[in-house]
């Protein structure tokens, strides 16, 4: 039996290398060989301040870029979070048996918090209890992310521990998939950040749309070091942060890549990273022009996603409205 796999991006702005790397490319991977199921998390993206339009838009934008960045809706569903309205039927459910506690040491809510001084929302505290929700309901064995997601993979396994444990046994436990190289991509202007969507900044990422001299450019400011040696050292973050995206994009090991720029400077550095990121980018830039040209295969796409996860839905829905009480 093939294993499941369930994963989700904000549409929160448009996508960059890190959610490339981290995610994307490899659900794209292992497509052929896992039961896929992909979301657009709109939901998620409304617990910090946002504008409708912008995100009706995003919530497009994302699909177009799954489709070209390789998933096949012949794999796997595609579909966006508030088409299915049990996710959130689901998460206050979760929410009524997690403890403040659990959610209290979320490192993400921690930081998300203190960007947005003005309001703070209930949502955004609760927030991995919709994200559990995500989760459990499609019974998944795998959820393929980047790092910074890892604690809120697991608050949804301990979630699925407990509500077993609560009311008999109904949720299969997920369990994080998280790859060696590319799951934690830094910020091109600060590489003691993570690269993030909604971080402002010329220079702070590359976008999966950038044209090929925007990319030369950002890559040729690239925060680095006034050390000389281009070697992987984890203690110089800046030049550690570009050789890893080219050992992500190259595939080659630590030693090839140290050898290849051995006695070169950092401008030879950011000038071939910048040669494989373009090169990397242009087939997804194709098609993705290519797919939104005829926005209605969008629209039937994501139909499709909904219509084949429906039975799953009700049956893990009846279940837990049953083992709850409910029914
Ligand atoms: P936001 O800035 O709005 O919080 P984000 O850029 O952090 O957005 P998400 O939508 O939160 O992106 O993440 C989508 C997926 O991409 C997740 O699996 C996440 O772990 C992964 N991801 C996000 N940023 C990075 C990064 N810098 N490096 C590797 N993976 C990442
Ligand atoms: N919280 C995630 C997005 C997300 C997700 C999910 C990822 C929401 N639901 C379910 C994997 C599985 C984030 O901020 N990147």
Not at 140 to 161: I, M, S, Y
Not at 191 to 208: A, C, F, N, V
Request: charged fraction near 25%.
């Amino acid at each position: 039996m093939k294993k499941r796999v369930f994963s989700g991006i904000k549409p929160s702005g448009t996508l960059h290398l890190g959610n490339y790397l981290g995610a994307i490319r490899n659900w794209v991977a292992d497509q052929d060989r896992c039961e896929n199921i992909f979301c657009v998390v709109d939901q998620h993206a409304i617990t910090v301040d946002y504008e409708p339009a912008a995100l009706r838009q995003s919530v497009r934008e994302l699909v177009g870029l799954y489709l070209a960045c390789g998933l096949d809706p012949e794999h796997c569903a595609l579909f966006v979070q508030s088409h299915v309205p049990e996710h959130t039927e689901l998460a206050w459910l979760f929410n009524c048996i997690t403890p403040m506690g659990w959610l209290q040491r979320m490192t993400q809510f921690k930081e998300k918090s203190e960007e947005q001084r003005e309001q703070v929302s209930a949502g955004l505290f609760t927030y991995p209890a919709l994200m559990a929700a995500d989760i459990l309901l499609y019974q998944t064995h795998e959820v393929p992310v980047g790092e910074d997601q890892k604690q809120h993979v697991e608050l949804a396994r301990d979630l699925a521990q407990r509500f077993n444990h609560l009311f008999g046994e109904t949720f299969v436990l997920p369990e994080p998939v998280i790859r060696k190289v590319g799951a934690r991509v830094m910020g091109l202007d600060d590489p003691t950040k993570k690269m993030s969507k909604s971080t402002e900044g010329d220079g702070h990422g590359i976008g999966l749309l950038d044209p090929p001299a925007l990319i030369r450019k950002k890559l040729s400011r690239a925060t680095t070091d006034s050390q000389r040696q281009i070697v992987f050292d984890p203690a110089r973050p800046g030049v550690f942060n570009l050789l890893t995206i080219f050992q992500a994009l190259s595939g080659q090991s630590r030693e090839e890549i140290e050898a290849h720029f051995a006695g070169k400077g950092y401008a030879q550095l950011k000038g071939d990273l910048a040669e494989l990121v373009i090169a990397a980018l242009e087939p997804i830039q194709a098609r993705y022009h290519q797919i939104t040209s005829a926005p209605e295969y969008i629209d039937q796409v994501l139909a499709q996603g909904v219509v084949r996860l429906r039975p799953l839905v009700e049956s893990t829905m009846l279940r837990v409205r049953q083992a709850m009480g409910l029914r």
